[in-house]
């Protein structure tokens, strides 16, 4: 591990580059947390200072600030998110507002919070989640002014509740039809409408009666023609027919 350590140092040393001193710094920061994790913050120092806070650099900050006790992660993580002028990133953020809040600083956390769901260079996601988390925050110890925590809440599309008012927007019921009422229906109850004689769907036994039943006379008559045109499917189908049509006795014979 040492000499691993030692050959980080001289990479270090050599590279002209911020953006490269700073990822090697990063690593080396991961070899030294085990033994010290005073020389490990030191090199995340350097390393943000030198290029910027990289998501390498925030996933390796916020997992040796997991391993600080309270006291020493929260003063840890305020200089760190105070910065040059850069914006910190939201996961340092909240994680910074999730201590405050463990060290019973709510009001502290309720800003920070705030604070990231203000700030306009951050992703929308993250906004939505601090201004969640403030709310939830103001709720339960009144550490910051629901109106304004309500006020974001709809100004980021989170809740669609009007903070004037206290009530949630609906959305406007959709008008419907009026149903006919015959007039001598008072009460307004909904009444069956009846299907006019003679429209309904008739049984099968009607439907036969009605419709003509073919001559087996005629039919043999067009299974011939069709026979001696050569279209024999068609001559065979109108041969069943009159088969069909025709009932017992020399026609059906014949």
């Given amino acids: 591990m040492r000499a691993g350590e030692d050959t980080l140092r001289h990479a270090i040393a050599a590279a002209t580059d911020g953006g490269a001193r700073g990822r090697l710094r990063v690593e080396l920061a991961e070899l030294l947390r085990a033994r010290d994790a005073a020389a490990a913050r030191a090199e995340l120092d350097l390393a943000v200072r030198e290029a ?8 390796a900050a916020l997992s040796l600030a997991g391993a600080l006790p309270t006291g020493e992660r929260l003063v840890w993580l305020r200089d760190l998110t105070r910065g040059d002028g850069r914006p910190a990133p939201a996961p340092l953020l909240s994680a910074l ?22 700030d306009e260079r951050v992703p929308l996601h993250h906004r939505r989640a601090a201004a969640k988390r403030a709310a939830r925050l103001a709720g339960r110890s009144g550490e910051a002014d629901p109106g304004v925590v309500a006020a974001l809440l709809v100004d980021l599309g989170v809740d669609r509740r009007d903070p004037r008012r206290g009530r949630r927007k609906e959305a406007a019921p959709v008008p419907q039809p009026a149903a006919a009422v015959p007039s001598g229906n008072v009460s307004g109850a909904v009444v069956a409408a009846r ?16 419709r003509p ?5 005629g039919l043999f008559e067009r299974a011939s023609d069709e026979a001696r045109a050569g279209h024999l499917r068609a001559a065979r189908r109108l041969g069943e027919q009159a ?7 020399p026609e059906l014979s014949a």
């Fill in 52 to 59: 910027g806070a990289t998501a390498t650099w925030t996933a």
């Fill in 97 to 118: 507002a999730e201590t405050q809040l463990a060290a019973d600083r709510a009001s502290d956390a309720a800003a920070t919070w705030l604070a990231l769901a203000r």
């Fill in 195 to 210: 299907r006019p004689v003679g429209s309904g769907p008739l049984a099968a036994g009607l439907r036969r009666q009605r």
């Fill in 213 to 217: 039943r073919p001559e087996p006379k």
């Fill in 243 to 249: 088969i069909r049509a025709a009932g017992a006795g």
